[in-house]
């Protein structure tokens, strides 16, 4: 047997091979198949891809999913997509459409270059995942923002970027997807109502003390927000102040009376008008 008949049984061989797998996995894919309900593609599509993770499920498929499977299941959990997407998704599973409240990005961290200060040089990866395994990081004041821009590298909107040393979020492209927030390893950021009167730019639960020998813009713990609040809305639990939105009535009182200046005005005129 010379080499050209060698070739031509080895080409038929496998040809057939290839003959029968390919009928193997047409019969397959005909009896093992899972039936796709029509609705999904259409649902999917009202959704606007960012995979983040805001509403609770694994990505814009995994929400999909749950619309078609669940008549009962909100429709109003999809924070990217605000209230156009709900009112689509609405029209689509004919369903009554919600507001969906619009959320931003919030970077509770006052820690510019101006306020506190580095400990050590950090000639690391340009990550702050990366510094904080080094000794908590370069600054000092451990809960502070790394500044590396972790956060920024995530941002589908690009509405993150750092200035003084720290990052800071444009709100008027926020989507408030929430990718930065499971990005900062210090918990830095926090998602808010984009129309939140006041904001705490701190994260350091250290007594008050503590707090202003690393840092001048820190929260102290010294409460004056919280006995002067007129509806309870600012509290102070572990030497830092949070606000509860939902109470909170803009009135501007906790900015005025904060020793640290870290209570920041954001919409306070809006909310008084309002």
Known sequence: MDVFQVVIIAVVVLAIIALICGVMLTVASKFMAVEVDEMLPKVRECLPGANCGA???AGCDGYAAALVEDPDLSITLCVPGGSGAAQQLGQVLGREGGEVVKMVAEVRCGGTCAATSAKMDYEGIDSCTAA???F???GTCVYGCAGLGDCVKVCPEKAIYLVGGIARVDVSLCTGCGLCVKACPNDVIAVRPASAPVVVDCNS???GAETRKVCTAG???CKLCERNCPTGAITVTDNLASVTYEQCVGCGKCVEVCPSHCIIGINLVAAKQG
């Open 205 to 207: 639960p250290r007594p």
């Open 136 to 138: 908590g990081g370069s």
């Open 132 to 134: 904080k395994l080094l």
């Open 55 to 57: 509403c609770g499920f």
């Open 219 to 221: 929260c102290i713990g």
